[in-house]
């Protein structure tokens, strides 16, 4: 049976780390993986990434594109994986445009889950890692040698807005979402992984 995984957190959190441990641990097992990320996972939705990471636009425009960008996402990679019984991982999720374009930019959340009805009526993850971190350590670990994107570059209150909102979304929909401390060492947090990996699956 196909199953849809989603990592989630703010720039910094450390999740990027761990997808390739995920990667591994179910390809061990025989299942067919199909990896991507949001913005991009498709040709457009690659050159819809570099216009949302680097283009100052309205905030209403940045939540509307990446939406289109998840439509063609959805519809060239995600549903027709999941439809033949492959397992997804996305490195973020709509859970992503609600922390950041809802929480940290200030978009109607009324809105967004008005374009998330229209864009996704029938799919969502049935798992989502949260990896928390308080903002101090997010900040240290991003990689100073590169340049930053322009969510990258925010102030401390979009991150604290944008860190907020994850954490309603993670008690809005306990069901699915498992809350990770990414204070925690590599090996700590992958034991974790795996216990909840088994656990749902």
Known sequence: MSKFITFEGIDGAGKSTHIAFVSDY???????????????????GEKLREIVLHEKMHLETEALLVFASRREHLAQVIQPALARGAWVISD?????????????RGTSLAKLEALEQWVHPDVQPDLTLLFDVPLEVARARLDATRELDKFE?????????????????????????????????????????AAILDACF
């Open 26 to 44: 179910i390809k061990a097992r025989g299942i067919e993986l199909v990896s991507s990320r949001e913005p991009g996972g498709t040709p457009l």
């Open 92 to 104: 973020r999720f709509t859970d992503s445009t609600f922390a950041y374009q809802g929480g940290g």
């Open 153 to 193: 570059q925010e102030k401390a209150d979009f991150f604290a807005a944008t860190r907020n909102e994850y954490l309603r979304r993670a008690a809005q929909f306990p069901q699915r979402f498992r809350v990770i401390d990414s204070t925690q060492s590599i090996a700590e947090i992958q034991q974790q992984i």
